[in-house]
């Protein structure tokens, strides 16, 4: 097969791992998953969620790097490459377009929820919360989600900075971003740990997160705490595919990912214990769902020393944490149509931004004018969260675990891992059995057949 045009790489190991975690770490990180392990009964949520991200997240990510890089192209050509290297069906192309379709379509609602997030950024440098009460937040929040006008301006803004880095390319774009970012982001997360330490109820917190009570691990939790697994580690849809494309081949696969996983869960776990011991000070609710850190937060903030600035300094944080995740939610789409349409990187950033942008508009429209629209029961907003996340990922998870067990060669696969025998069985078995069972699981509570959950 003929090799494809030049491509960019990372310009080395760091640079991979810095961006595979940046696209990991998320909204996922710091909006979701608090407010999951909130209603979900703290640590039994936690609990159920570290080992799904050690028993399948880490192997899978291993997977779908390990397809990326052997491919050396975009998912869509990479799985037809793959396939034919394996005298496989073409269909597994397949694949691909699922993972650029699943891309485009969490982007459409995950740029709106970061729009909310760069409008408080401003809200609370502006001293907008100082003293403000409950009823007051919630009011904030509500007449925000009500207004299109100011949704639209902040989505806007949001896609166009995505798109604005995607466009320079992988090393002046991609890993330059990642690599100011990052940093801050750590060192930001580090300041407010520290800050939650001076005033808040950090014991309260880790009691809340860590003691194990299994009374609370009901199927529910168990499901959803997979699910997430998969969102949190941008799982299933090819941006880590694309991302491994662009990693060089002497660079060890499975320490990658390792350093990836640990700095994907580390960052969730000091997020979740700040929050909630911020909250708890406050005699705040852990389960207040979705509006956990634009709601509840702004609370405990507005009535803090230093509030001001440490919310600033949160709200920063999460923007950054969604930038690095949104390129790579176009990466995938981008990629191919730079390679099988040849068109240049900014006419298709240009246009993948434009469909995304299209789409975003009828999402924050469903928290308003069309708040009354249902497709499946679901407003558009839920739609494309439940559609993505509980279906297009993990099955997007499920084939690629299926193809590198079943379809390709195992001396390739070996090669391109680089693992010893011990390890290598136990990717295998993981990759084998445990990955595609939970998954189907997944799929079997879904379908309502998984009898009281
Ligand atoms: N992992 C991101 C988060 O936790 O917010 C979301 C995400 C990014 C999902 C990229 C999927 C993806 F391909």
Redesign the pocket.
Known sequence: MKEPAIRGHWSGRWAFVVATAG???????I???PYMAGTNGGSAFVLVYLLCVIAIGLPLMMTEIMLGRRAQRNPVDGMAHLSAESHASRLWMGVGYL?IA??IL?LSF?SVVAGWVLDYTVRAATNDFAAITATQAQAQFSAMIGNPQELLLWHTIFLFLTMLVVARGVTAGLERANKIMMPTLVTILLILLGYSLAVGEVSRSLAFMFRADFSKITPAAILSAMGHA???????????MVYGSYLQRHISIARATFYVVVA?TAIALVAGITIFAIGFANQLEPAAGPGLIFQTLPIAFGHMPGGRVFATLFFVLVGF??WT??I??VEPAVAWLIERRKLSRARAALIIGGLIWVIGIAVLLSFNVWSEVKLLGFNIFDLLDKLTTNIM?PLGGLLMAIFAVWVMRAAHVKEELGLNERHYRYWRFATRFIAPAAIILVFLNLLGWLPGV
């Open positions: 696209s990991a770490v998320g909204l996922g990180n909006w979701k998953f993972g699943a891309g969490i995950y998969f969102f949190t580690l941008s799982l299933g849809m090819g941006a880590v994907d944490a969604a995740s949104s790579s939610l990922l």
